[in-house]
Nanobody
């Protein structure tokens, strides 16, 4: 059974930080691409960041570049998203996703096969 379980969401004031965690199990453990996505109420799901777990390399959406950082810890089958300098517009449900059998990664949600249940991030003024 494939599972992606996120944790670490919460409520912070603008300028604050959070660290999201995603623990993978089953087939998701060997995924080449791990991505973080978010969806705000009334908006489409958008890609935030991804990394290629074997070749390395990270990519960020312009809206979070310089503020968010994606990382992995192989020993724990974990991927993290560090959120810094949070803004009101970062408020959303954040999802971890995995894509297997891929030579390249993307921020396109439909390219990802496995999804976590999501965690809420709320930024207030």
């Amino acid at each position: 059974q494939v599972q992606l379980v996120e944790s670490g969401g919460g409520s912070v004031t603008a300028g604050g930080s959070l660290r999201l965690s995603c623990l993978a199990s089953g087939a998701a453990v060997n995924s080449e691409c791990m991505g973080w996505f978010r969806q705000a109420p009334g908006k489409e799901r958008e890609g935030v960041a991804y990394m290629h777990t074997r070749r390395g390399g990270e990519y960020y959406a312009d809206s979070v570049k310089g503020r968010f950082a994606i990382s992995q810890e192989h020993a724990k089958n974990a991927v993290y998203l560090e959120l810094n300098s949070l803004k009101l517009e970062d408020t959303a449900m954040y999802y971890c996703a995995a894509r297997t059998g891929a030579n390249w990664c993307s921020l396109v949600p439909t390219h990802y096969t496995y999804w976590g249940q999501g965690v809420q991030v709320t930024v207030s003024s």
